[in-house]
T-cell receptor
Framework: DTAVSQTPKYLVTQMGNDKSIKCEQNLGHDTMYWYKQDSKKFLKIMFSYNNKELIINETVPNRFSPKSPDKAHLNLHINSLELGDSAVYFC???????????FGPGTRLTVT | GEDVEQSLFLSVREGDSSVINCTYTDSSSTYLYWYKQEPGAGLQLLTYIFSNMDMKQDQRLTVLLNKKDKHLSLRIADTQTGDSAIYFCAEVSGYSTLTFGKGTMLLVSP
């Protein structure tokens, strides 16, 4: 069974569109995260949610809006997509303060 | 702020040992991690070490931590071609978010 899953795996869209990426975890964790990996493979935290509440919001444009309908889901909505948003987006989860953070397979977003 | 540095590339022959090095700046890090990313795949948690430990061994993997020098290393014994991947060092910072190094690409040749 997949522990952390993301959909879609690939997303190709045009500039200016709005898109969403979904993430679900079946590990019973109460903290979820979004990370962005750029073309040079550099990984950086974007958001962290604990029990459906936003804990961390790094310097991310407000075009990015995470939404957590429940503890098992953390979706990422992106408005007015720009070329620079092209990247691989990883969802992750852990127990609050937990030492083990598990990652989803990633969503490769390409903005044309 | 936190910073994690790694060498970008390492090439070894199959059967040799690989050592991937990492330095970090945040002395308050409680845990340090090694993740593996194969081409086109997600990040796999390989191992982690608590900051009050010097060494941790897990099958072919040995993690060494020098807290004084803020230096972390991952040794892979008997490296196989299937070990070819990018290896990320990471430290946990406030609110359990991970700060990653830029990754070391390990290439194992037959």
């Amino acid at each position: 069974d997949t522990a952390v899953s993301q959909t879609p795996k690939y997303l190709v869209t045009q500039m200016g569109n709005d898109k969403s990426i979904k993430c679900e975890q079946n590990l019973g964790h109460d903290t979820m995260y979004w990370y962005k990996q750029d073309s040079k493979k550099f990984l950086k935290i974007m958001f962290s949610y604990n029990n459906k509440e936003l804990i961390i919001n790094e310097t991310v444009p407000n075009r990015f809006s995470p939404k957590s309908p429940d503890k098992a889901h953390l979706n990422l909505h992106i408005n007015s997509l720009e070329l620079g948003d092209s990247a691989v987006y990883f969802c992750a989860s852990s127990q609050a303060g937990g030492r083990e953070q598990y990652f989803g397979p990633g969503t490769r977003l390409t903005v044309t | 702020g936190e910073d994690v540095e790694q060498s970008l590339f390492l090439s070894v022959r199959e059967g040799d040992s690989s050592v991937i090095n990492c330095t970090y700046t945040d002395s308050s890090s409680t845990y340090l991690y090694w993740y593996k990313q194969e081409p086109g795949a997600g990040l796999q948690l390989l191992t982690y070490i608590f900051s009050n430990m010097d060494m941790k061994q897990d099958q072919r993997l040995t993690v060494l931590l020098n807290k004084k020098d803020k230096h972390l290393s991952l040794r892979i014994a008997d490296t196989q071609t299937g070990d070819s991947a990018i290896y990320f060092c990471a430290e946990v910072s406030g609110y359990s978010t991970l700060t990653f190094g830029k990754g070391t690409m390990l290439l194992v040749s037959p």
